[in-house]
């Protein structure tokens, strides 16, 4: 995709055709995302204006026919790779993500017309089952209609966040291939959450417990989640490992929750340990 990244840096014309076109097509605003990131890392978000505004156009449509995802996901990868452009650490640029993507989820965005009701409804008439659990659910005191909201725009405010993160990831990339080789695979090998970024999120997960923001609880965790991930890309990169073992991992990430655990846990323990320092070091 880098010859297609290079026609797009060509000038604005190429950038601003090239993220609407995407962002019309379904499924395809994560490519629009990526170029407006890639613009606003390499001149900044004043000339990345006009790209923005071309994607923002179409996903809006989008938004107005009932999928929030598009649109949501372009403004906060714009905002990620403002902050990303400006502090140059990928840490700060992720919390900054998942502030304002449980902000998203909390102002209900992410609900569909009409709320969780007439989901409720339907979901209800299509399943004996389905209605006889929600039954027992009433009985027991869980408010079902408010369950449903938390439920809904929470896993649609992590899928929002995971895909801007990627589409950010993938802007990086296109940036190092083209002005500076080999410059993405260092930067993310060498990403690792700071002491205090630690205890941050770790503040951000008690204040969403203490005030009833579960959404800022769930994102939180986040930044962790992607500082594992790129604890295991270093570690592999600095033991010249197969990549099949990154497939493989990611096999396992996708598909097994203690896998997920696990990698929440190291980056929790990389945090102190810096295992990637501790191997390159001794090598």
């Known amino acids: 995709m880098l010859p297609l990244a290079r026609w797009v840096m060509r000038g604005t014309p190429h950038a601003v055709g090239a993220a609407a076109l995407a962002a019309i097509i379904p499924w395809?605003?994560?490519?629009?995302?990526?170029?407006?990131?890639?613009?606003?890392?390499?001149?900044?978000?004043?000339?990345?204006?006009?790209?923005?505004?071309?994607?923002?156009?179409?996903?809006?449509?989008?938004?107005?026919?009932?999928?929030?995802?598009?649109?949501?996901?372009?403004?906060?990868?714009?905002?990620?790779?403002?902050?990303?452009?400006?502090?140059?650490?990928?840490?700060?640029?992720?919390?900054?993500?998942?502030?304002?993507?449980?902000?998203?989820?909390?102002?209900?965005?992410?609900?569909?017309?009409?709320?969780?009701?007439?989901?409720?409804?339907?979901?209800?008439?299509?399943?004996?089952?389905?209605?006889?659990?929600?039954?027992?659910?009433?009985?027991?005191?869980?408010?079902?209609?408010?369950?449903?909201?938390?439920?809904?725009?929470?896993?649609?405010?992590?899928?929002?966040?995971?895909?801007?993160?990627?589409?950010?990831?993938?802007?990086?990339?296109?940036?190092a291939g083209l002005y500076n080789p080999g410059g993405f695979r260092a930067e993310f090998h060498a990403l690792r959450l700071s002491g205090r970024e630690l205890i941050l999120l770790v503040v951000l997960v008690v204040l969403g417990v203490v005030f009833a923001l579960p959404a800022l609880t769930m994102l939180a965790w986040v930044p962790l989640l992607v500082g594992g991930v790129a604890l295991i890309h270093g570690l592999i990169g600095l033991k010249g490992m197969n990549g099949l073992w990154l497939v493989a991992f990611y096999v396992l990430l996708l598909t097994t929750w203690p896998m997920i655990l696990i990698v929440l846990l190291l980056g929790f323990i990389d945090t102190f340990a810096d295992f990637r320092g501790r191997l390159a070091r001794s090598q």
């Open 28 to 175: 395809l605003f994560w490519f629009s995302a990526a170029v407006a990131a890639l613009v606003t890392l390499r001149r900044g978000l004043g000339p990345a204006m006009p790209v923005i505004v071309a994607a923002a156009l179409p996903t809006g449509w989008w938004w107005m026919q009932g999928d929030t995802i598009p649109l949501a996901s372009l403004l906060l990868v714009t905002l990620m790779a403002t902050v990303l452009r400006s502090r140059m650490r990928w840490s700060e640029t992720l919390i900054a993500g998942a502030l304002v993507g449980a902000a998203m989820v909390q102002l209900g965005i992410f609900l569909p017309p009409g709320g969780a009701g007439p989901l409720l409804d339907q979901l209800r008439q299509s399943s004996p089952e389905i209605e006889r659990m929600l039954a027992d659910l009433t009985e027991q005191g869980v408010a079902t209609e408010r369950l449903a909201v938390l439920l809904i725009g929470g896993v649609t405010g992590l899928i929002v966040m995971l895909a801007s993160v990627a589409c950010l990831a993938l802007a990086r990339s296109w940036q």
